[in-house]
């Protein structure tokens, strides 16, 4: 089965991205606003966002509950869980930042704004690599034997489009073992694949060269736009095999540092309600 390529219209990224648009454009409108206090932390609606906004994110707690507790997925599927977790994630903080009018206070206050926006930012981040290893963003987890199969899928097309040339074969091999080359530690392979994305243009060129050199020669060349689009998916498939195990790895270690953020969060957070409400 052919895995769903990830190549977006700005139409496409648009729409995809439409609610991170708009809480962009309210975050502007809001830092614009700042200096006209219209909301203040202690009454009001600012006081009220502030509690809305600290509920929120405490619930960003149900998500990795419910990964444990059969119960809270028996009704909810845990994809819905993860779902809420996203919305929660991006609107708390957005709220919370109203809330404070977009003005650090009190040492405590800093301190769990800053925080907030370390798990905010964090989760962000965290949100692209994990669509880079899963199928889509509430889809399964992409194995590399699906990444790997893809690849060869791809190759094989070129070889039947263009007259099964052995000539092509080989250098086409030749240049995916280049290109797939092992994982060999984070850094070195972090370093391999930003080449790969960087060269991207280079690396079709090189394939489309072979295409020209390689097909029969009794057969004519398909229009353009076919080679093209056949080169592109081909020389898409063989850079996200080899970002595949990069992603992995970096899936692994942001969950090492997003949980100890979280807490913090949540520590600091309830010292700054505290705080705020004593005295």
Do not use: C
Request: aromatic share 10%; net charge positive.
């Amino acid at each position: 089965m052919r895995l769903k390529q990830l190549v977006y219209t700005p139409i496409q990224l648009l729409r995809t991205n439409s609610f991170l648009i708009g809480m962009t454009v309210v975050l502007y409108f809001g830092w614009a606003q700042r200096s006209d206090n219209y909301l203040s932390a202690e009454t009001g609606t600012g006081y009220l966002l502030g509690i809305i906004g600290g509920s929120l994110m405490l619930t960003l707690l149900l998500y990795p509950v419910s990964k444990r507790v059969k119960l809270l997925t028996r009704w909810i599927p845990i994809r819905y869980w993860f779902g809420v977790h996203m919305l929660f994630g991006i609107l708390g903080p957005v709220m919370i930042l109203f809330h404070s009018n977009f003005q650090l206070g009190s040492t405590n206050s800093t301190i769990a704004m800053i925080s907030m926006l370390l798990v905010a930012g964090s989760g962000l981040v965290g949100r692209y690599i994990y669509t880079n290893i899963h199928h889509g963003l509430y889809g399964s987890r992409i194995t590399l034997n699906e990444l790997k199969q893809e690849a060869a899928d791809n190759h094989v097309e070129l070889l039947n489009m263009y007259g099964m040339d052995e000539g092509l074969n080989t250098r086409l091999k030749k240049m995916e073992e280049k290109v797939l080359q092992p994982y060999t530690g984070l850094m070195t392979s972090l370093f391999h694949v930003i080449s790969l994305a960087i060269n991207a243009h280079s690396l079709k060129r090189r394939v489309m060269n072979l295409v020209k050199e390689g097909y029969d020669k009794e057969k004519p060349l398909p229009e353009n736009k076919i080679v093209v689009n056949s080169v592109n998916r081909y020389t898409l498939a063989l850079r996200k095999t080899a970002a595949f195990r990069v992603y992995e790895r970096l899936f692994s270690l942001w969950h090492i540092l997003h949980l100890p953020l979280f807490i913090m969060m949540i520590i600091t957070a309830v010292v700054h309600v505290f705080a705020v409400h004593m005295y």
